[in-house]
């Protein structure tokens, strides 16, 4: 039986939106779990921008790539999420991934803000072609608070509906403060 952690839990409803052929980001790359997961979707003919602020972070993607055999489609970035158009077109991705909070195994003192993720959620959303989908993986407690959960799920709320539809999940009957799964579709 599956796990459901958020972030499988996430791509579960990416699977068939990622076509060959598609761009992708992981704005977050983290351990690269993601990174690999898009490389594979995209095919030979695809493209992944993956980023962190950790050249650790990027360190372990690139071995996790070069083991699955799919770095050549990958494009590593070592720069915060908030200058995600700097690195890609408006109207340019079919999903981007991020995943909110501190690179597991890492500082726990280096985490994701709530200013700067936001921005980055911002251009992720000028980035994203329509009926593009973005997925939040939002963690809280512990080491990083609850200030950056609370700012982007308030964020969230002010998207005009017309433009973008913002589905919310929970992790109901789980103890202390489990992770938020989130998907936000670009209607137009």
Known sequence: MKSYQI????????????KEG??????????G?????LA?????DGKVLAMDIQQAALDKTAIRLEREGVEKRVKLVLDTHAKLLSYAEINSA??????????????????????????????GL?????????????????DSGFEERD???DYL??????????ILSEYYNRPNHPPIPVLIVKLS
Do not use: W
């Open 22 to 31: 598609s761009f992708c980001i992981d704005a977050t790359a983290g351990g």
């Open 40 to 44: 594979k979707k995209v095919g030979r």
């Open 94 to 123: 079919d999903v981007i991934m991020f995943n909110f909070g501190y690179f597991p195994g890492g500082d726990h003192k280096i985490h994701t803000k709530a200013e700067s993720s936001i921005e980055a959620i911002q251009a």
């Open 126 to 142: 000028q980035i994203l072609r329509k009926d593009g989908v973005m997925s939040l993986c939002i963690y809280s407690g512990g």
């Open 7 to 18: 972030a499988e839990y996430n791509r579960i409803f990416l699977e068939n939106i990622i």
């Open 151 to 153: 700012a982007i799920l």
């Open 157 to 166: 709320k002010t998207l005009d509906s017309k433009h973008y539809l913002v």
């Open 33 to 37: 779990n993601d990174t690999v997961f």
